[in-house]
């Protein structure tokens, strides 16, 4: 493994005419790139994860894994906004040496991408083997595609949408309501929301998984109990949990990016922008999901000409993308290995 970050050397323009003059992009690589540089292997993580998919990812990417280093040139690069490395709400505001907290610029799913494909274009990639991502990672895997600005030969979605959900916008506006009304959040401080994220994160989990995650984990034994349930300890848990590890700006700025993806903006339709996406393509869904209910899945393979569709069955919901390792690598192998079996399948 080897982290690098990466300087661009000019302004970065948002889609919303905002810039940054000094773009920062933080990401890792793992392998060797091969002869003919055709064992590309791009990761777009998801809302909280970073550049080291060898360690969010595990069971699917590792030296024992289907993506492993050994075979592949895996790179991951940490998306704008993120606390992770790249330039984000905690940077530094070169103007006024100041980070900037509520004045970085307000950005797209179409801006993480674009400030990526520089990084590819830096990297003297032209030509991606395997594009994956899952969640935010997989609008913007969708959004690579849909861009056409290099050249995919594979691209596998999992648990993502075409366009954000009402509901799913309903979720993030929640989580927003929730680090809003904490007002450290306006205090300009790296810690400004702490508690704010906490109760973001315990609302965001309830999209995470679904009824049946909980009574399996969370049911309490005790009869006798009327307080302390191990739901609640559950919830307070994973909420400090995040706070620990990720801060309140970085979070409100990245559920307003995955708020903006609709990937026919700027294009004819969804279903034309999906019609366009010529690489073999291999969507996922898992069936508790209720963030990304599966039939968002179906409606993306139902448009990319290539693609087929595949459902895992898991009580994890929605981070059964992240969990369900041991499914998604049987199915993937599959794909990788018998692409014409896969093509053209309806769903
Ligand atoms: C520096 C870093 O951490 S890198 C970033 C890591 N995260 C990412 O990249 C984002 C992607 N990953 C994720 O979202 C998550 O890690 C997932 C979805 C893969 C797994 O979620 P987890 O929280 O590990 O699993 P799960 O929901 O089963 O919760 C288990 C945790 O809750 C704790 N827990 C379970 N029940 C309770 C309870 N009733 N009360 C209190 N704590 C509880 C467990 O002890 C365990 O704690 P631990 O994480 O400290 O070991
Ligand atoms: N659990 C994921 C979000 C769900 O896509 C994360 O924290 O990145």
Request: glycine letters at 6%; proline letters at 3%; hydrophobic letters at 40%.
């Amino acid at each position: 493994m080897s982290r690098h970050i990466y300087q661009h050397q000019e302004p970065f323009v948002f889609e919303n005419g905002r810039e940054l003059i000094d773009l920062q992009i933080s990401y890792e690589v793992f392998g060797e790139l091969n002869a003919d540089r055709s064992n590309v292997v791009w990761v777009c993580h998801a809302l909280t994860a970073n550049a080291n998919v060898l360690d969010w990812w595990p069971g699917l990417f590792g030296t024992d894994d289907l993506f492993n280093p050994n075979d592949y040139y895996i790179v991951c690069a940490n998306v704008i906004g993120s606390a992770y490395g790249s330039s984000n709400p905690l940077s530094t505001n070169p103007a006024t040496g100041q980070p900037y907290y509520l004045s970085f610029p307000e950005f797209t799913v179409k801006d993480l991408v674009n400030a990526h494909q520089l990084l590819a274009a830096h990297l003297d990639i032209s030509q991606i083997e395997v594009l994956i991502g899952g969640s935010l990672g997989g609008q913007q895997a969708l959004e690579w595609a849909a861009s056409k600005t290099i050249a995919i030969n594979q691209l596998i979605v999992v648990g993502t949408n075409a366009v954000h959900s009402p509901w799913g916008i309903a979720f993030n506006e929640s989580q927003r309501l929730a680090i809003t009304a904490d007002r450290t959040f306006y205090a300009n401080h790296p810690d400004g929301g702490a508690k704010g994220l906490k109760v973001a994160r315990s609302i965001a989990l309830l999209s995470y998984r679904n009824y049946i995650t909980y009574d399996h984990t969370q049911r309490d034994t005790d009869d006798n109990k009327v307080n302390d349930y191990k739901a609640a300890s559950y919830q307070n848990y994973q909420g400090e949990k995040l706070v620990k590890r990720y801060n309140a700006y970085s979070y409100f700025y990245l559920t307003k990016a995955m708020d903006s993806h609709n990937l026919a903006r700027g294009r004819a339709s969804l279903e034309a922008a999906l019609a366009g996406i010529n690489c073999s393509t291999l969507v996922l869904g898992v069936n508790t999901d209720i963030l990304f209910p599966v039939d968002e899945q179906k409606f993306i393979a139902r448009h990319i000409p290539n693609a087929s569709y595949r459902e895992i069955e898991s009580s994890y919901g929605h981070d059964g993308f992240l969990i369900e390792t041991k499914k998604l690598t049987a199915i993937i192998h599959n794909f990788l290995e018998n692409k014409k079996e896969y093509i053209n399948e309806l769903v």
